[in-house]
């Protein structure tokens, strides 16, 4: 009887490390499990964002002078593509109203040639533009400019702006072509609004 005993005895630790052994593997299959959803929801967002900057902004790297002192030949620009609405097709759900002084990004050139620039918006439709000895007047008035720029000592006679366009001015007006020499733009070339400078890291800011 005694003998039986202590192999009763004997037998508890065994099946008790037993079921330590099962509830570990459970906690280790669990963790596991949640690994593996949380990496698959990681890879989904990654994705997601990688889709959402693909079709929703562009990071051009401008090249050339035109608009400093603002934005500088070699940054990279992150442009807002839905900055003035949402387009499916020929559908329209959304639009805003492009405005004086932003600084947008549109195409020039066809096919193969289609390069995209950034200006800043000067005039809107309808309204009638002048330069004389680098101050410009909109509307008969006086365009109060805030933000920095480079003027020049350019002229050019009144002209109105047409519907569906916008009239556009670098920002280094000595240095840029715009407006001036290739006349106001269709707004079906806009692509959207730039935002920031992205890079390099010390060039970082937001565009004003």
Excluded: C
Aim: proline share 6%; aromatic share 6%.
């Amino acid at each position: 009887m005694p003998r039986i005993l202590e192999h009763t005895i004997q037998a508890r630790p065994t099946a008790s490390g037993i079921a330590s052994t099962l509830d570990a593997l459970e906690r280790t299959a669990h963790l596991q499990r949640t690994l593996r959803i949380v990496v698959r929801l990681l890879i989904q967002a990654i994705v997601l964002a990688a889709l959402v900057s693909l079709f929703f902004f562009r990071v051009p790297q401008v090249e050339g002078r035109s608009m400093q002192p603002n934005i500088e030949s070699g940054n990279h620009v992150l442009i807002n593509t839905l900055a003035y609405g949402v387009a499916l097709g020929p559908l329209v759900l959304t639009r805003t109203p492009i405005g004086r002084g932003d600084i947008v990004a549109f195409e020039r050139g066809h096919g193969d040639d289609v390069k995209i620039f950034l200006k800043r918006v000067i005039a809107l439709p309808g309204e009638t533009v002048a330069l004389s000895n680098g101050a410009i007047t909109v509307q008969g008035q006086p365009l109060d400019e805030t933000y920095d720029l480079l003027p020049d000592h350019s002229s050019m006679n009144a002209a109105s702006v047409p519907t569906g366009t916008v009239f556009v001015l670098g920002d280094n007006r000595a240095e840029s072509d715009d407006s001036r020499s290739f006349g106001p733009i269709p707004q079906s070339s806009i692509i959207g609004k730039a935002v920031f400078v992205i890079w390099p890291i010390g060039h970082v800011k937001r565009i004003l």
